[in-house]
């Protein structure tokens, strides 16, 4: 998630706000900077629950707070309530009308991150062009633009607005996105370069190491994949894609004892993943042991025929 400085941005906003200055009492001033300072602490902790609710607290004091309905809709879009989170930034967006551009950007910029999470993709591209024509200097903008277009297979505006974020500001979101953008696109060479590049920025992303892990891998450098695979592992034993990945590698490698290990916790995180199931009975195969090969095979394709996608790894649709 990208963390904003919400905290500053929301308790000045009791003092930039002259409806809120000059429409309530000094009490009540004081008592929703409280409830704005435990509401963006909550907020930055990903505790979303407790935030709505001080945030809501607010809203109900000073109910035209344009910028807290921003941050009460995004802490809605953390917990999925899409539908919520777009009728706060409608409000932001009402309420916000005598704001600065710069600042009425922002809330167009955050429905638009919201449709785009929702699937809307049409209504996220026009929210973030309006971001844009009011704030032609924010990165996250184009950033959040490109991801969407991504998403629609429109590769070459995509990598147009990535780079452009990284023209306005060198920030290792966009770059890791240019990365993946690469990679997609078979680009292996420019994939590795750009998730270095991000890796420099941030060394702590786990997946920037497993992305450039992977573009090793179809490049045939399987010792520098392992290298980021152990990496992205360490930094998150949680994500069962990467054991999956570096079984991979084991598989490649011969390493048959490794690679069941490493596909076994892929399937511990992600317990519908057809395809970690056929791929350990491949492996199981090259061991010799084909009562537990064929009982993995048997699973895959009960998967497959639950879920219609080998690669669904969470839930079975119904």
């Known amino acids: 998630m990208k963390k904003r400085n919400i905290i500053l941005q929301l308790i000045l ?4 706000s002259p409806l809120i200055i ?77 704001l600065p551009d710069d600042q009425k950007s922002v809330f167009y910029l955050s429905r638009g991150d919201i449709f785009a999470d929702k699937g809307e993709y049409a209504k996220a591209i026009d ?21 969407t277009y991504t998403t629609l297979k429109k590769y ?14 060198p920030n290792y979101t966009a770059i890791y ?18 998730y270095s590049k991000t890796i420099e920025l941030n060394p702590q992303l786990a997946n920037a190491y497993n992305g450039r892990g992977l573009s090793y891998k179809y490049r045939g450098n399987y010792d520098l994949a392992l290298q980021d695979f152990n990496k992205s592992i360490s930094l998150n034993d949680k994500e069962g894609d990467y054991y999956f990945n570096r079984a991979d590698i084991y598989f490649s490698k011969g390493n048959y004892d490794l690679a069941v290990v490493d596909y076994s916790k892929a399937i511990e995180k992600y317990p519908l993943w057809a395809e970690a199931f056929r791929r350990r009975a491949e492996t199981y195969q090259k061991q010799g042991q084909d009562k537990l090969a064929s009982a993995d095979l048997e699973k895959a394709k009960l998967l497959e025929k639950e879920n219609f996608d080998p690669n669904n790894k969470v839930k079975i649709i119904p």
Request: hydrophobic share 35%.
């Open 127 to 147: 929210d973030f062009n309006k971001s844009i024509t009011l704030n032609a200097g924010n990165s996250r903008t184009y950033n959040s633009r490109g991801l």
């Open 177 to 194: 996105n240019r990365a993946r953008l690469y990679y997609h696109l078979r680009d292996f060479d420019k994939a590795i370069k750009e």
């Open 22 to 98: 000059f429409s309530q009492t000094e009490e009540d001033v004081k008592k929703a900077q409280q409830w704005i300072i435990t509401g963006s602490e909550a907020y930055q902790r990903l505790d979303f629950s407790t935030a709505i609710e001080n945030f809501t607290k607010v809203i109900d004091l000073f109910p035209k707070a344009a910028q807290i309905y921003q941050n009460r809709g995004n802490s809605y879009r953390y917990i999925r309530e899409y539908d919520l989170a777009i009728k706060d930034l409608n409000k932001a967006i009402e309420f916000g009308s005598n």
């Open 156 to 169: 070459d505006i995509a990598l147009s607005d990535f780079n452009k974020s990284i023209d306005l500001n």
């Open 13 to 16: 906003l009791i003092f930039i």
